[in-house]
């Protein structure tokens, strides 16, 4: 009801722009035509003025555009920047937007992007009582943040990423009502956060669980003995690795891909357990360790996690 929004005072005003949200963010495909749509009514807009027609226009037109932004709020790791920038260059142009009032996230999610500070109980009361499809929104944007630095630090997490989509897909294809796929991004969230705190209980940093994952998974089953001889020795390769190896470009230096290379499989070779690592074990893992390394050690101290660490 665009012109009860218009029409509607300060609180009153708010309460229906959330409605508003709450109607058009169904699904990804409801989501984006309605982006599209808004962008194209912000470039019509901008064709037609300075005719004098545009002043009569310019609350509705600025109406979408406000719109298109609380739902870009929503889904901040959307890639949708040509759509937002038509709509952004309506709202510069100050047309009529005064009263609009656009909300960040609820205050239970805060800040980003820490899944271990969120109250579960609070979250599901106020998705019980507020707008369902806006909550799961906030929540998925959390979550697809999360997942993206937790999966760069640590490959083995993969497969959180991959349940996370299908989740999305099954509730973009109407398999899942918005309450199921609420409750599985709550599940999901609770096991991300056991997960981001692994490497403390296995007492490792995060750069030696991402080794020992490597070292280990899939379906390696150790003994305890055997689980801290792999700790050691992912402890001891970066260590190794990061007296002298990982220089500054190392990755555009021949001779230094074939030091940290040769690093690689005489740590392993010297100190995995025999027992468990067969020959072709045993190279596919040097395989493996060395493309770790090279994606994620930049060299110099830079790494993949220092990037991540510096944005959070």
Same mark, same amino acid.
């Given at each position: 009801?665009?012109?009860?929004?218009?029409?509607?005072?300060?609180?009153?005003?708010?309460?229906?722009?959330?409605?508003?949200? $709450?109607? !058009? !963010?169904?699904?990804?495909?409801?989501?984006?035509?309605?982006?599209?749509?808004?962008?194209?009514?912000?470039?019509?807009?901008?064709?037609?003025?300075?005719?004098?027609?545009?002043?009569?226009?310019?609350?509705?037109?600025?109406?979408?555009?406000?719109?298109?932004?609380?739902?870009?709020?929503?889904?901040?790791?959307?890639?949708?920047?040509?759509?937002? /920038?038509?709509?952004?260059?309506?709202?510069?142009? +100050? !047309?009529?937007?005064?009263?609009?009032?656009?909300?960040?996230? +609820?205050?239970?999610? /805060?800040? %980003?992007?820490?899944?271990?500070?969120?109250?579960?109980?609070?979250?599901?009361?106020?998705?019980?009582?507020?707008?369902?499809?806006?909550?799961?929104?906030?929540?998925?944007?959390?979550? /697809?943040?999360?997942?993206?630095?937790?999966?760069?630090?640590?490959?083995?997490?993969?497969?959180?990423?991959?349940?996370?989509?299908?989740?999305?897909?099954?509730?973009?294809?109407?398999?899942?009502?918005?309450?199921?796929?609420?409750?599985?991004?709550?599940?999901?969230?609770?096991?991300?956060?056991?997960?981001?705190?692994?490497?403390?209980?296995?007492?490792?940093?995060?750069?030696?669980?991402?080794?020992?994952?490597?070292?280990?998974?899939?379906?390696?089953?150790?003994?305890?003995?055997?689980?801290?001889?792999?700790?050691?020795?992912?402890?001891?390769?970066?260590?190794?690795?990061?007296? /002298?190896?990982?220089?500054? $470009?190392?990755?555009?230096?021949?001779?230094?891909?074939?030091?940290?290379?040769?690093? !690689?499989?005489?740590?392993?070779?010297?100190?995995? %357990?025999?027992?468990?690592?067969?020959?072709?074990?045993?190279?596919?893992?040097? $395989?493996?360790?060395?493309?770790?390394?090279?994606?994620?050690?930049?060299?110099?101290?830079?790494?993949?996690? +220092?990037?991540?660490? +510096?944005?959070?």
């Amino acid at each position: 009801d665009l012109d009860g929004v218009l029409q509607a005072a300060a609180f009153e005003r708010v309460k229906r722009l959330d409605d508003a949200v $709450e109607a !058009i !963010i169904v699904n990804d495909d409801s989501r984006r035509q309605y982006l599209l749509l808004a962008a194209q009514v912000a470039r019509l807009f901008k064709a037609i003025l300075p005719d004098p027609l545009a002043s009569s226009l310019a609350p509705r037109c600025a109406l979408f555009g406000v719109l298109a932004a609380k739902i870009n709020a929503l889904t901040p790791e959307a890639d949708i920047s040509e759509v937002m /920038g038509d709509v952004e260059d309506l709202l510069d142009q +100050s !047309i009529a937007t005064q009263g609009y009032v656009i909300r960040g996230q +609820s205050a239970h999610l /805060g800040e %980003p992007i820490d899944l271990g500070k969120i109250d579960f109980k609070a979250l599901q009361a106020s998705f019980a009582a507020a707008h369902k499809r806006t909550e799961a929104a906030r929540l998925r944007a959390l979550i /697809g943040k999360t997942l993206a630095s937790m999966v760069a630090l640590n490959r083995s997490r993969l497969d959180y990423l991959e349940r996370f989509q299908r989740m999305i897909d099954e509730y973009n294809a109407g398999s899942a009502n918005v309450e199921e796929f609420f409750k599985q991004l709550i599940d999901l969230a609770k096991e991300l956060n056991e997960e981001d705190r692994r490497g403390i209980r296995e007492g490792l940093s995060e750069e030696e669980l991402a080794l020992f994952d490597l070292l280990t998974k899939p379906d390696l089953h150790l003994t305890k003995a055997q689980e801290a001889e792999v700790k050691k020795v992912a402890h001891e390769l970066l260590e190794a690795l990061k007296n /002298g190896k990982l220089v500054l $470009e190392w990755r555009k230096k021949q001779q230094a891909r074939a030091l940290v290379h040769q690093c !690689i499989v005489e740590t392993l070779d010297n100190k995995l %357990p025999t027992a468990i690592y067969t020959a072709d074990l045993f190279d596919q893992k040097c $395989e493996l360790t060395y493309q770790h390394i090279f994606e994620s050690y930049y060299g110099d101290g830079r790494s993949i996690r +220092s990037i991540y660490s +510096s944005v959070a």
